[in-house]
């Protein structure tokens, strides 16, 4: 059974950063990619940012400039680096991963509140 667990989220000022992680029960290497998605209060579920196992990144245009998606597999961990965070990133932040045959992996998600 893969387990994906989020965490890092939490309640920041605008214009701070968070560095969410997601730890997985498995090797990532055994993922073809591993993302996160966010979903905001009444909107449905986005995507944010994606990295392959080849290290590829692919970005939300929302997004990009601001978050850093990365993976480190000698700890089993994906990391999404946000930066200059803006009241509209409030969401909850789900880990997403991909198996070898389209298998899709989703964590519990964790909480990014953006507010002054």
């Known amino acids: 059974q893969v387990q994906l667990v989020e965490s890092g989220g939490g309640l920041v000022q605008p214009g701070g950063s968070l560095r969410l992680s997601c730890v997985a029960s498995?090797?990532?290497?055994?993922?073809?990619?591993m993302g996160w998605y966010r979903q905001a209060p009444g909107k449905q579920r986005e995507f944010a940012a994606a990295v392959t196992r080849r290290d590829r990144t692919i970005y939300a245009d929302s997004v990009k400039g601001r978050f850093t998606i990365s993976r480190d597999p000698a700890k089993n961990t994906g990391y999404l680096q946000i930066n200059s965070l803006k009241p509209e990133d409030t969401a909850a932040y789900y880990c997403?991963?991909?198996?070898?045959?389209?298998?899709?992996?989703w964590g519990q998600g964790t909480q990014v509140t953006v507010s002054s």
């Open positions: 997403n991963a991909v198996g070898w045959s389209g298998q899709l992996y």
């Open positions: 498995v090797s990532i290497n055994d993922f073809d990619s």
